[in-house]
């Protein structure tokens, strides 16, 4: 009898038994001893299986958006009123910041915020001073933000104000880029000035004198009250006691009607003549920043085209304001001068890096092979 020695063994097709299934079981390991566990631990008490599981608790910051109406507005009201004073000044002004960035400032609340910048503002020349002038560019700047929520009056408030806060303090940059940005914002703002007229001159040479002698003088002037010129004028003939009592109250409506609107003209006028006032001076006062920073080479040309502009412009500005500006582009042509001679207003020469450069070498021998032509093995090589 042959035998078989596969005969014992599965077939080749079959699969492979699993090797786990061969190995005998493993002794379960015994539970520890509850004598073990400490007494002063206790056992947590049993849940039941249907209720829900406790929510989380976590921790929530209140930020200015969480903050009712109210609270942004007494907010406002505390810095306004905090602001004014230098030592707070740096800390209330980033407040207000914060305030813009979280949105807070709306249509309903802009006339609160308004007055902080109004407050701010109280001294036109405070925000040139080199302890704040930081702290007035980061809250002006961050203002722009908030055009839409302005009236149309204070929208151009504004405006002027970011004229001293934001582009005069640019012109004190070390950033030849944003001098040069805040230039062409000059020279734009006086290219949209209208042309001054007589009238300006004239009421810009009667604000120079005394207030008490022109009060005096218009009391002189018109000895006949208001109100009974006007009646006068009015009624020259008498007809108004033929005329019925509505038709009286009716005409009196009309009057009231025209002397209010009147007075809504006369007062536009007035603040638009006010602001175009202030514009100029602004205008002017970063004329005379820029032409300060005249000994700093990078700045010498830039600064010689925006006082020739206002030099060509000089009929946008009132009588006073032109002689300001000739006198300061009087000046700049004689630096200008002395600059090309290479001579300061102090005689020392007043020259920059590349002009230095210039003249020493200007004078010096250099010959094109002079590097080149030695006995190191290296020239000639590169020579090929």
Request: net charge positive; hydrophobic share 35%.
């Given at each position: 009898?042959?035998?078989?020695?596969?005969?014992?063994?599965?077939?080749?097709?079959?699969?492979?038994?699993?090797?786990?299934?061969?190995?005998?079981?493993?002794?379960?390991?015994?539970a520890a001893a509850p004598a073990l566990k400490s007494a002063l631990k206790r056992s947590k008490p049993p849940q039941p299986q249907d209720a829900a599981p406790a929510p989380k608790k976590s921790l929530r910051f209140k930020t200015i958006a969480d903050t009712s109406q109210t609270q942004?507005?007494?907010?406002?009201?505390?810095?306004?009123?905090?602001?004014?004073?230098?030592?707070?000044?740096?800390?209330?002004?980033?407040?207000?910041?914060?305030?813009?960035?979280?949105?807070?400032?709306?249509?309903?609340?802009?006339?609160?915020?308004?007055?902080?910048?109004?407050?701010?503002?109280?001294?036109?020349?405070?925000?040139?001073?080199?302890?704040?002038?930081?702290?007035?560019?980061?809250?002006?700047?961050?203002?722009?933000?908030?055009?839409?929520?302005?009236?149309?009056?204070?929208?151009?408030?504004?405006?002027?104000?970011?004229?001293?806060?934001?582009?005069?303090?640019?012109?004190?940059?070390?950033?030849?880029?944003?001098?040069?940005?805040?230039?062409?914002?000059?020279?734009?703002?006086?290219?949209?000035?209208?042309?001054?007229?007589?009238?300006?001159?004239?009421?810009?040479?009667?604000?120079?004198?005394?207030?008490?002698?022109?009060?005096?003088?218009?009391?002189?002037?018109?000895?006949?009250?208001?109100?009974?010129?006007?009646?006068?004028?009015?009624?020259?003939?008498?007809?108004?006691?033929?005329?019925?009592?509505?038709?009286?109250?009716?005409?009196?409506?009309?009057?009231?009607?025209?002397?209010?609107s009147s007075n809504i003209r006369k007062d536009e006028d007035e603040d638009a003549k006010i602001f175009l006032k202030s514009q100029r001076e602004a205008l002017i006062l970063c004329l005379e920043i820029a032409a300060k920073r005249y000994k700093i080479p990078w700045c010498q040309t830039?600064?010689?085209?925006?006082?020739?502009?206002?030099?060509?412009?000089?009929?946008?500005?009132?009588?006073?304001?032109?002689?300001?500006?000739?006198?300061?582009?009087?000046?700049?042509?004689?630096?200008?001068?002395?600059?090309?001679?290479?001579?300061?207003?102090?005689?020392?020469?007043?020259?920059?890096?590349?002009?230095?450069?210039?003249?020493?070498?200007?004078?010096?021998?250099?010959?094109?092979?002079?590097?080149?032509?030695?006995?190191?093995?290296?020239?000639?090589?590169?020579?090929?």
């Amino acid at each position: 009898m042959s035998s078989n020695l596969f005969q014992d063994l599965p077939p080749p097709s079959a699969p492979a038994s699993d090797p786990a299934a061969l190995k005998p079981p493993e002794s379960q390991p015994q539970a520890a001893a509850p004598a073990l566990k400490s007494a002063l631990k206790r056992s947590k008490p049993p849940q039941p299986q249907d209720a829900a599981p406790a929510p989380k608790k976590s921790l929530r910051f209140k930020t200015i958006a969480d903050t009712s109406q109210t609270q942004v507005i007494d907010a406002m009201k505390k810095i306004a009123s905090h602001i004014t004073n230098a030592s707070k000044f740096s800390k209330a002004s980033k407040l207000a910041i914060q305030l813009i960035q979280a949105g807070s400032v709306k249509p309903t609340n802009s006339d609160y915020f308004f007055a902080i910048l109004e407050a701010v503002m109280c001294s036109p020349t405070t925000c040139n001073d080199p302890l704040v002038r930081a702290d007035y560019h980061a809250l002006f700047s961050a203002a722009q933000d908030l055009t839409q929520c302005f009236s149309q009056k204070q929208h151009k408030l504004l405006s002027l104000w970011t004229i001293r806060a934001v582009l005069a303090n640019d012109l004190f940059t070390d950033d030849s880029f944003v001098f040069s940005k805040a230039c062409g914002r000059i020279k734009d703002a006086i290219s949209n000035l209208p042309v001054a007229t007589k009238y300006d001159d004239i009421e810009e040479a009667a604000a120079l004198k005394d207030e008490s002698a022109t009060e005096s003088q218009h009391d002189s002037l018109n000895p006949i009250p208001e109100s009974s010129a006007n009646e006068d004028e009015s009624d020259p003939f008498g007809l108004d006691a033929l005329i019925p009592n509505a038709s009286k109250n009716e005409k009196a409506k009309v009057k009231l009607d025209a002397e209010a609107s009147s007075n809504i003209r006369k007062d536009e006028d007035e603040d638009a003549k006010i602001f175009l006032k202030s514009q100029r001076e602004a205008l002017i006062l970063c004329l005379e920043i820029a032409a300060k920073r005249y000994k700093i080479p990078w700045c010498q040309t830039v600064i010689d085209i925006t006082v020739k502009h206002a030099f060509d412009n000089v009929s946008r500005f009132t009588c006073k304001q032109r002689n300001a500006i000739e006198k300061l582009w009087a000046s700049i042509r004689e630096q200008q001068t002395r600059r090309k001679q290479g001579k300061s207003v102090s005689g020392k020469l007043d020259v920059n890096a590349f002009e230095w450069l210039q003249q020493k070498y200007s004078t010096e021998k250099i010959s094109i092979r002079h590097s080149v032509g030695g006995n190191t093995r290296r020239a000639e090589q590169w020579l090929g």
